[in-house]
Nanobody, 119 residues
């Protein structure tokens, strides 16, 4: 069972930056795709970005493209999400997730880290 623990959330003003981290433990060798999602109050969970184990395939959703960047340090078994030029609409609970396949759903989820952006 892969376990994921997010950290790095907080409260910032619009235009600020944060770096979220997701530490993974367990059989991480089985994971093919790593991802970040977010859920704002009263809204459904939204996909943000994913990266494959090799780092060859990286995708960031259009709404945050150019402001957010996903990366992974395989040696540390840690996934990152760099959040720049934050906007109030980025306020959400951010989750990391891990998938054992390229095209299937995500199998493991963290508990989330809160990001709050004030105007």
């Amino acid at each position: 069972q892969v376990q994921l623990v997010e950290s790095g959330g907080g409260s910032v003003q619009a235009g600020g930056s944060l770096r979220l981290s997701c530490a993974a433990t367990g059989p991480t060798w089985s994971i093919v795709t790593w991802g970040w999602f977010r859920q704002a109050p009263g809204k459904e969970r939204e996909f943000v970005a994913h990266i494959t184990k090799t780092g060859r395939d990286v995708y960031v959703t259009d709404s945050v493209k150019g402001r957010f960047a996903i990366s992974r340090d395989n040696a540390k078994d840690t996934l990152y999400l760099q959040l720049n030029s934050l906007k109030p609409e980025d306020t959400a609970l951010y989750y990391c997730a891990a998938s054992k396949s390229l095209t299937g759903g995500f199998d493991y989820w963290g508990q989330g880290t809160q990001v709050t952006v004030s105007s």
